[in-house]
């Protein structure tokens, strides 16, 4: 089993910046993708970036520019730092650690942006 835990969400005013942290513990094997999804009220959960074990990074259109994906291996931590947010970047943002094509899910971090 993995467990996932977020940290880092907050309320922000557009143009701002936040830092969302992700700590995976359990039975984690050497080459797995980390990432972060987020969701917003009605809608579908979306990604937002991954990152692989050698370091490959995969972002979603609307936060390239903005948004960077890094990750500490020996620690199973993934980090996401977001800048110049916007309003439309509010959501609950999902840790996820994807390893043996299971997927591992966090409880989610929210993230309001708003003057």
């Known amino acids: 089993q993995v467990q996932l835990v977020e940290s880092g969400g907050g309320l922000m005013q557009p143009g701002g910046s936040l830092r969302l942290s992700c700590a995976a513990s359990g039975i984690i094997f050497g080459f797995n993708t980390m990432g972060w999804y987020r969701q917003a009220p009605g809608k579908e959960r979306d990604l937002v970036a991954t990152?692989?074990?050698?370091?490959?990074?995969n972002y979603a259109d609307s936060v390239k520019g903005r948004f960077t994906i890094s990750r500490d291996n020996p620690k199973n931590t993934v980090n996401l730092q977001m800048n110049s947010l916007k309003p439309e970047d509010a959501a609950v943002y999902y840790c996820?650690?994807?390893?043996?094509?299971?997927?591992?899910w966090g409880k989610g971090a929210l993230v309001t942006v708003s003057s």
């Open positions: 990152i692989t074990t050698f370091g490959d990074t």
């Open positions: 996820l650690l994807e390893q043996n094509n299971i997927n591992y």
